[in-house]
């Protein structure tokens, strides 16, 4: 499979829990997104990165979260002491910047359950 | 502040009927519009896309239509099948900045 893989597709946790999920991008492409998407909603940006840089990062994103892509392939995005508003299904996307190109491909998600 | 705002939030059409999905945005400055298709328990996988200086883009029983004018794109679903019901969501770029709608959920009964 060439696509954009996600590990865990599922976690539960205890409140106050860290948990740290990982995403595997399609491999040529040089852009890296996560996105955060609840029940009945559309996903909801949360950050970026080019490369191992992270160049933009969303309000949505508190200090308890943590993204990193330390060599420019696989992203991990930790959360730590969880709480339960965050409960929601964790998607990754890749894409690959070319001119004119903004074609952005997501990950099945990790669906995170905090109680 | 919504960025983009879709409906219906639901959808029912019969087997062979046209589905057509409405988004609206605000920011002229969007650049790239694409829809996506999401099943149950799956991530949402690019279905079809256009940019402003197009009106219409057509791929296969999936057509976008553009009003630049009116700041509105929508989704038509041509001889609409059960297996096209799925959530879809409308998106506007600017750069990287993905902004999604919040879903239609379509059902096409047999």
């Known amino acids: 499979d060439t696509g954009v893989s996600q590990d865990p597709r599922h976690k539960i946790t205890k409140r106050g829990q860290n948990v740290t999920f990982r995403c595997d991008p399609i491999?040529?492409?040089?852009?890296l997104y996560w996105y955060r998407q609840t029940l009945g909603q559309g996903p909801e940006f949360l950050t970026y990165?080019?490369?191992?840089?992270?160049?933009?990062k969303s309000r949505l994103l508190s200090d308890r979260f943590s993204a990193e892509r330390p060599k420019g392939s696989f992203s991990t995005l930790e959360i730590q002491r969880t709480e339960q508003g965050d409960s929601a299904m964790y998607l990754c996307?890749?894409?690959?910047?070319?001119?004119?190109?903004?074609?952005?491909?997501f990950g099945p998600g990790t669906r995170l359950t905090v109680t | 502040q919504q960025q983009v705002k879709q409906s219906p939030q639901s959808l029912i059409v019969q087997k062979g009927g046209i589905s057509i999905i409405n988004c609206a945005y605000e920011?002229?400055?969007?650049?790239?519009f694409p829809w996506y298709q999401q099943f149950p328990g799956k991530g949402p996988a690019l279905l079809i896309a256009?940019?402003?200086?197009?009106s219409e883009k057509k791929e296969g029983r999936f057509t976008i239509s553009f009003n630049k004018s009116a700041k509105q794109f929508s989704l038509h679903i041509m001889d609409s099948q059960p297996g096209d019901s799925a959530t879809y969501f409308c998106?506007?770029?600017?750069?990287?900045?993905?902004?999604f709608g919040t879903g239609t959920s379509l059902t096409v009964i047999p």
């Open positions: 998106a506007a770029s600017l750069g990287n900045q993905f902004y």
């Open positions: 920011n002229t400055a969007f650049d790239y």
């Open positions: 256009i940019r402003p200086d197009v």
């Open positions: 990165f080019q490369n191992e840089a992270q160049l933009e």
């Open positions: 491999s040529e492409h040089n852009r």
């Open positions: 996307a890749s894409s690959l910047v070319l001119a004119g190109s903004y074609e952005q491909y």
